[in-house]
């Protein structure tokens, strides 16, 4: 069966360190996407990526980097963890226009930097 | 400027009665509205989805209102039960514009109780 799949499930990390959360989908989606979920803001968008080669910043992308070199991964780069980045990541996918809107997440990365 | 608002942050109802969660949203472009369902320490579930086109979409025991002219939507839950316990997110995307990107709302808490 198709999936999305992120890894590590949890991970800590130490404040300056540089952390690289995977995603990893099998429905060859064009639309990838990540959040962050923090207590009393929901599901915030930090990147995306219509297709190989575009990535564009979302509302709190300061700090991340993503790059998309195939259709099936968008690994998420923490430069220089801080603390303030301590959040749980999700990852999702969508196809694209054509097949709708609808996005299929991960199931979430718990990243504490400490 | 949050765009996609779900005012109450928790509700709680009995089981086999209607749970009512409502979602509000400012920005006029947005054209297609959707429900995602959170258990803790999973990702985001699609639930139900509607486009502005229409004022009522049903899905089983789901149904979502649009009212466009007070740009708001509500999803409707008949009848709960506990299983339906969870985090409620509604998000919307401006897709006349080409945008394939979800703006989410903070979520609802709902406690379905036996």
């Known amino acids: 069966d198709a999936e999305i799949t992120q890894s590590p499930r949890h991970k800590i990390t130490e404040t300056g360190r540089q952390v690289t959360l995977a995603c990893h989908q099998t429905?060859?989606?064009?639309?990838m996407f990540w959040y962050r979920q923090d207590l009393g803001h929901g599901l915030r968008l930090i990147h995306y990526?219509?297709?190989?080669?575009?990535?564009n910043k979302g509302e709190v992308s300061d700090g991340y980097s993503v790059s998309r070199s195939n259709t099936e991964d968008l690994p998420l780069t923490l430069e220089s963890a801080a603390s303030s980045q301590t959040s749980v990541y999700f990852c999702?996918?969508?196809?694209?226009?054509?097949?709708?809107?609808?996005?299929?997440f991960g199931p979430g990365t718990r990243l504490t930097v400490l | 400027d949050q765009q996609v608002k779900q005012n109450s942050p928790s509700l709680s109802v009995q089981e086999g009665r209607i749970s009512i969660l409502n979602c509000d949203y400012t920005?006029?472009?947005?054209?297609?509205f959707l429900w995602y369902k959170k258990y803790p320490a999973e990702g985001p579930t699609f639930l139900i989805s509607?486009?502005?086109?229409?004022d009522k979409n049903e899905d089983g025991r789901f149904t979502v209102f649009l009212n466009k002219s007070a740009k708001h939507l509500s999803l409707h839950i008949v009848p709960s039960q506990p299983g339906d316990s969870a985090v409620y997110f509604c998000a919307a995307s401006a897709s006349r514009g080409g945008s394939e990107k979800l703006v989410f709302g903070k979520g609802m808490k709902l406690t379905v109780n036996p």
């Open positions: 509607i486009s502005s086109i229409k």
């Open positions: 990526s219509y297709g190989v080669q575009d990535t």
């Open positions: 999702a996918s969508s196809p694209g226009l054509a097949g709708g809107y609808e996005q299929f």
């Open positions: 920005n006029s472009m947005f054209d297609y």
């Open positions: 429905w060859n989606h064009n639309n």
